[in-house]
């Protein structure tokens, strides 16, 4: 059965601290993904990795940062957390461009990340 | 970019009744995928659709690619079909999906 874990459900932090959201998945997928989710914004994509320490940018990267150091393992970072990154922050995971069909993107349960 | 829409936005029921949502698309695809959030906030996957037609128990969609629209059918609903759906695609390989702006369902007892 396919997985994708996320680190925590539900996290408080102040403005300022450092945050870490981690993701992980056991399918030996590619590509993996960080979405965060608002009212009325629906989902948008901050970053996505299509191999180990390669990162794009995706439609919102600002205030943002990656890391991934192993296949399996995508980070997502805020620098210095601002209460406008309060969100419920999405970690999805498919296989390469060219992989054989279906190509589906699974995501995990998704993190609510609250910035005081 | 890709754009999608979804409709209706909103759709309230009552339990047993059936349903479809559509998704438009303005360009051709690659992939297609519908998904539901359930209330937790989880998505989960209902479909790979880039075309054709498929069906998994009440739940049904068809994806017709040179007119760029999906259904989703769902039959005889219950209370825990409630939810967002959300119709998701994408131009090309490894690259991300552009998910639509959803349907909220909600289906009452």
């Known amino acids: 059965d396919v997985k994708v874990t996320q680190s925590s459900r539900y996290l408080v932090k102040r403005t300022g601290e450092k945050v870490f959201l981690e993701c992980v998945q056991d399918?030996?997928?590619?590509?993996m993904f960080w979405y965060r989710q608002d009212p009325g914004l629906g989902l948008r994509l901050i970053y996505f990795s299509y191999d180990v320490k390669m990162k794009e940018k995706g439609d919102i990267p600002e205030g943002y940062s990656v890391s991934r150091e192993k296949k399996e393992r995508f980070s997502l970072i805020l620098e210095s957390a601002s209460t406008n990154q309060t969100s419920m922050y999405l970690c999805?995971?498919?296989?390469?461009?060219?992989?054989?069909?279906?190509?589906?993107?699974?995501f995990g349960p998704g993190t609510r990340l609250t910035v005081l | 970019g890709i754009q999608v829409e979804q409709s209706p936005p909103d759709l309230i029921l009552q339990e047993g009744a059936n349903s479809t949502l559509r998704c438009n698309f303005s360009?051709?695809?690659?992939?297609l995928q519908w998904f539901h959030q359930n209330p937790w906030g989880q998505l989960i996957n209902l479909f790979y659709i880039p075309s054709g037609t498929k069906q998994n128990g009440r739940l049904s969609a068809t994806t017709v690619a040179t007119e760029r629209y999906s259904l989703l059918y769902i039959s005889s609903s219950q209370t825990t079909d409630s939810g967002v759906y959300f119709c998701a695609v994408d131009r090309s390989y490894g690259q991300n999906f552009v998910f639509g702006p959803g349907t909220r369902l909600s289906v009452l007892p």
């Open positions: 360009d051709s695809v690659n992939n």
């Open positions: 399918m030996d997928h590619e590509n």
């Open positions: 999805a995971s498919r296989r390469y461009y060219g992989a054989v069909l279906p190509n589906e993107q699974f």
